[in-house]
């Protein structure tokens, strides 16, 4: 049954194909990764009826070339500021193993490079071409996978980061479910992604957001769609306590969040608990 978090139906069928999961993109940490890998696991993970997935897939793919200029230019440069924010919290928890969920162009990926260079970063994201563009930058262990239904084993990493990713996936809480699976007990999660501000802001952010980020997208990227779908999609996915309280339901611990740049995006944190993992 679908849930009130879900962004939209979730379907019955708990087998079906999952046709990008297993695919690794070529990269030298192959031995590496095949540690984590489980394909039994993977065939047996939810997939969703609904279509939102190849359709958030084909925008992406559509946009890659281009990702990274709109990104930087839509942000006024303040992503690097919010990334650099996120690898700056990790860095104190000193992970060895990192999944960053839908790392598209990589850019969080690299900054926790940078941040954690004694960890292991694997990058995973379902959109081919934006993997692409990340490897292009240097990253290296580099894996298509859906976040509905990750091809690693039980809990295998210390820290799951996702920025900007969560919103577009087709169910929030299938995909929460996931991060908290493959994370080890004490692991931590972290969110970054956009928020709706509070007034005064939110008067002057949502014509941006509705009106002139739209078309500025359009012109650097030649897809004013993938743009309205940005918009949309911040309206509508929780932000805030409603966030927490979605980690909360799907498992997580000691969640936690802060409001960047005034609540254009929020960064969260919480836990995989140790206590439920030694009942278990
Ligand atoms: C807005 S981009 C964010 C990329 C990067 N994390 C960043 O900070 O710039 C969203 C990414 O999420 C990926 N994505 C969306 N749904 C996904 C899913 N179900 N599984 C894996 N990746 C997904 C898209 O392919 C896209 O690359």
Redesign the pocket.
Known sequence: MADAYDSESYGETRGGSTPLASTFLIGPSRSHLSIVFDRQKTAISPVPSNDK?PR??AM?AGIARRYDLA?HLLSGGLDFLW?RRAAMLARQWKPERILD?????G??ALTLAAACPGSTIIG????LP?LQVSQRKGLRNLVV????ALPFEDQAFDLLTV???LR???SWTG?LQEMHRVLKPGGHLLILDFSVPPAPLRWIYRPYLHFVLPRVAAFVTGEKAAYDYLADSIETFPHGAAMCALLKETGFDAAQWKPLTGGIVSLYVAERSIRAASQA
């Open positions: 997935g958030v897939q992406f990104n990334r969920l839908a790392t598209g162009s850019d969080l995973a994201d379902f959109c934006m996978a859906d976040g509905l920025a900007f990713g577009n996936m087709a995909a």
